[in-house]
């Protein structure tokens, strides 16, 4: 079976796959001028349908909640397909910062009426960043409000995405959560995450891993890592990367996308799209061969010199 479409079930919970799941955080912009989503957007929500990849990935606070309107209105115009799980996430609230339980409830609520569903197979807590990790699990806290959506079997499961290291540790760590999303951390140019994908194997954790490309760096479409301006050590790591692989026959993307299908602690990996000829184009990069003599000459570059920081 084609391994991109190849489907599992992610550890610690009855979510079923693909190796590559769509990542739906530019969905809905550009904006039309009056703040509605374009047409642009529908069209690539039907496309993001029709797509053996099994799971969408989307987020409250995605294109300031236009992400999920288009979603929604493909769900009630031709239904969820089978097979098809769209997966979200809970956000602070956008003017005041709040992310507490009565937040986690609302930002819940506004997902599912944008959605058209009633229930969501895996709900993330997104970047709780504005709060303290203490506050979060506090009496009235975030946490409560998680466990209250999953208890009322609202939530299938529970996921913590965010990106620090640190951070992600120790919510990991805590026992609440039965899925990681780790971004930006384990790509050709920081292997840092690898400590998070490890830590989820002990736990019986599943690990989704997004953004494989960087941003747009390893794409070849910016200069950008992790939203943030690559410096000239990156950059020029990148270049030897990119001979490297245009000595093999390569190219860049495709080994970068590959570098996280190959790791067995990842249930899948969450790409970003834009435009729906990028779905075409994921499925041929993932069936460009790459030989596993490749990744040695690949190691011998050194250490990439990531701009993060944890």
Known sequence: MDELVDERIVPGTSLRVTAVSVGASLLGNPPRPDGTPAETAEALARAMFASPLAMI???????QGRSET?????????????????????????????????????SFEESIARLGLERLPL??????????????FAPGGAIQGLMELRDQGLAGALGIAAGPVSLMRRYAESGAFD???????????????????????????????AAPFGGGLLAGRSETYAYTQAGPELLA?????????????????AAALRFSLRHPGIASTIVG?????????????QATTIPDEFWPALAALGTPPSTLED
């Not at 790591?237 to 000595?247: N, Q």
């Open 179 to 209: 899925v990681l999303l780790t971004h930006n951390r384990y790509t050709l140019v920081d292997r840092r995450g690898e400590e998070l994908i490890d830590l989820a194997a002990e736990r019986d954790m599943g690990v989704f891993n």
């Open 70 to 106: 288009v979603l929604g209105s493909a769900v009630r115009r031709d239904g969820l397909p089978a097979g098809k799980a769209i997966v979200t996430k809970v956000d602070a609230d956008p003017e005041t910062g709040a992310l507490d339980r009565d937040r986690v409830w609302r």
């Open 57 to 63: 990935d989307t987020s409250n606070n995605y294109t």
């Open 123 to 136: 709900l993330h807590l997104h970047d709780p960043y504005t709060i303290e990790f203490e506050e979060a």
């Open 237 to 253: 790591w990148v270049a030897r990367a990119r001979e490297l692989c245009e000595r093999w026959g390569i190219p860049l993307h």
């Open 273 to 285: 799209v834009g435009r729906p000829e990028r779905l075409a184009q994921l499925e041929e990069l």
